[in-house]
């Protein structure tokens, strides 16, 4: 998977955010092809968004009006999909869930690019909670094998 990195927005968690992920997007690409190989030679965008940006994307395409903290994009180009992250919601996350911020946000990347290579969470978890279980459990697998 080849990663390119975008930066929207300028507040200190999209700053850290752009460093961390500078410093680890190579060791991220090749762990995550070598446990999860649909998105192999794939070009995929991330890109760090604010808030507002972040909250009229969530509006729009999931009709839920509050910032999120990712949301995943298949397109048809040459880019295979977009990963768009909020910094400021993913800080806020790893606060609450008492998570160090850099974990919090290579946790919720994985779960971007896992979206991307077509695992699912949403719907009815009743009718099939092992599809659910195999992306929340690959998702820490990968998170792992980054430590």
């Given at each position: 998977?080849?990663?390119?990195?975008?930066?929207?927005?300028?507040?200190?968690?999209?700053?850290?955010?752009?460093?961390?992920?500078?410093?680890?997007?190579?060791?991220?690409?090749?762990?995550?092809?070598?446990?999860?190989?649909?998105?192999?030679?794939?070009?995929?965008?991330?890109?760090?968004?604010?808030?507002?940006?972040?909250?009229?994307?969530?509006?729009?395409?999931?009709?839920?009006?509050?910032?999120?903290?990712?949301?995943?994009?298949?397109?048809?180009?040459?880019?295979?999909?977009?990963?768009?992250?909020?910094?400021?919601?993913?800080?806020?996350?790893?606060?609450?869930?008492?998570?160090?911020?850099?974990?919090?946000?290579?946790?919720?990347?994985?779960?971007?690019?896992?979206?991307?290579?077509?695992?699912?969470?949403?719907?009815?978890?009743?009718?099939?909670?092992?599809?659910?279980?195999?992306?929340?459990?690959?998702q820490e697998q990968i998170l792992e094998m980054?430590?």
């Amino acid at each position: 998977m080849i990663l390119y990195l975008f930066k929207s927005c300028d507040s200190k968690s999209c700053r850290e955010s752009y460093s961390i992920l500078t410093n680890r997007i190579k060791q991220l690409a090749r762990v995550f092809d070598a446990v999860e190989t649909s998105l192999e030679n794939k070009e995929l965008n991330i890109v760090l968004s604010g808030r507002s940006p972040m909250q009229a994307l969530n509006k729009s395409f999931r009709k839920v009006d509050r910032p999120t903290d990712v949301l995943s994009f298949p397109l048809d180009s040459q880019i295979y999909g977009e990963i768009w992250l909020c910094p400021d919601v993913i800080s806020d996350n790893a606060e609450q869930f008492g998570e160090e911020f850099e974990r919090e946000l290579l946790r919720i990347t994985i779960h971007g690019l896992l979206h991307l290579a077509g695992y699912d969470h949403t719907g009815h978890f009743v009718n099939s909670p092992s599809q659910k279980e195999k992306m929340f459990k690959l998702q820490e697998q990968i998170l792992e094998m980054l430590y």
